[in-house]
């Protein structure tokens, strides 16, 4: 029996993309979830150009949820249901893609003249395989509707699931949890068994668990039923994630998710021959379905 709270340590596979980097821990060739989370992605932090922002054109999903939170900038969100949403920095927006979804997500002009800034967490959650094909759905969650907690002088907002006594009201199709954890310096948290499957991430900042120091853009794996005391030096920012196990096999490739093959074989095919609605006040143009093997998402 080993003292050491970790059960695996997920090192980032990065991608520079020209004015900011991409940190991506799940999947990955270790672990593919933690949880249902199947995606892990670290966005900046980063100042961009005056003029320029992120343009990630209309492109599809199945089978899957994403989460979007930012720690700076904004970002627009369009989507084939009709919806328009601006998210900025401590709401949470939640697309169920379902049977199929597709959308984009662009800087805002207001940012874009100033040099927008952008930082944050986007994840993919898997949906149960009972819940693959539900109808898809979009939510947007403000800043002050989410709980905040706090402990030993951290504050840590309740993003999904329950945790630490308070509940978010962001939608969960299984059992989630997930907080946005912000330590000052000489501050801690307790990190309770509250899931089967838990990881912690350092976006910014230095951090420790029980004394270990945490690298930051890595995926910190716990034992199952683990009790520790996450505490900050200097100050940091750090994300729990983590949930029930999945119920089976999850294949990726690309934007798809699915527990079939097939399923994700018929969603190539679909984007290809335009069967997916496209978001209908951002239509006159979308990522093309890759030839070759292609990343998980596409940025530009």
């Given at each position: 029996m080993t003292d050491e709270p970790f059960l695996q340590t997920l090192t980032p596979t990065t991608h520079d993309l020209g004015g900011f980097k991409v940190h991506r821990t799940l999947p990955h060739r270790a672990r593919t979830t933690v949880g249902p989370f199947i995606f892990f992605d670290?966005?900046?932090?980063?100042?961009?150009?005056?003029?320029?922002?992120?343009?990630?054109?209309?492109?599809?999903?199945?089978?899957?949820?994403?989460?979007?939170?930012?720690?700076?900038?904004?970002?627009e969100h369009r989507d084939s249901l009709g919806t328009f949403a601006r998210i900025e920095p401590g709401a949470v927006n939640l697309m169920t893609a379902g049977r199929g979804i597709a959308h984009s997500e662009r800087s805002p002009a207001d940012?874009?003249?100033?040099?927008?800034?952008?930082?944050?967490?986007?994840?993919w959650l898997a949906l149960p395989a009972a819940k693959e094909e539900i109808e898809p759905a979009f939510e947007h969650v403000a800043r002050d509707r989410l709980p905040v907690v706090e402990d030993g002088g951290a504050r840590a907002r309740v993003v999904m699931g329950s945790l630490w006594g308070a509940a978010s009201p962001?939608?969960?199709?299984?059992d989630t949890i997930y907080a946005d954890i912000a330590l000052p310096a000489g501050g801690a948290m307790p990190i309770e068994p509250e899931a089967d499957e838990r990881a912690l991430y350092v976006a910014e900042g230095e951090a420790t668990l029980d004394g270990l120091a945490l690298a930051p853009a890595t995926l910190y794996v716990l034992r199952p039923g683990i009790r520790a005391t996450l505490r900050?030096?200097?100050?940091?920012h750090v994300m729990l994630c983590g949930g029930a196990p999945l119920d089976g096999p999850r294949h990726v490739w690309w934007n798809f998710v699915s527990s079939r093959r097939e399923r994700i074989q018929q969603a190539k095919e679909d984007w290809r021959a335009g069967r997916f609605v496209l978001p209908p006040d951002d239509r006159a143009e979308y990522i093309p379905l890759p030839e070759a093997k292609p990343l998980t998402v596409s940025y530009p």
């Open positions: 670290q966005m900046g932090p980063a100042q961009l150009e005056v003029g320029k922002g992120i343009d990630v054109r209309p492109h599809p999903h199945i089978n899957l949820a994403t989460v979007t939170y930012l720690f700076a900038g904004a970002i940012e874009r003249a100033a040099g927008p800034a952008l930082s944050g967490i986007q994840t962001v939608t969960c199709h299984s900050s030096g200097s100050g940091a």
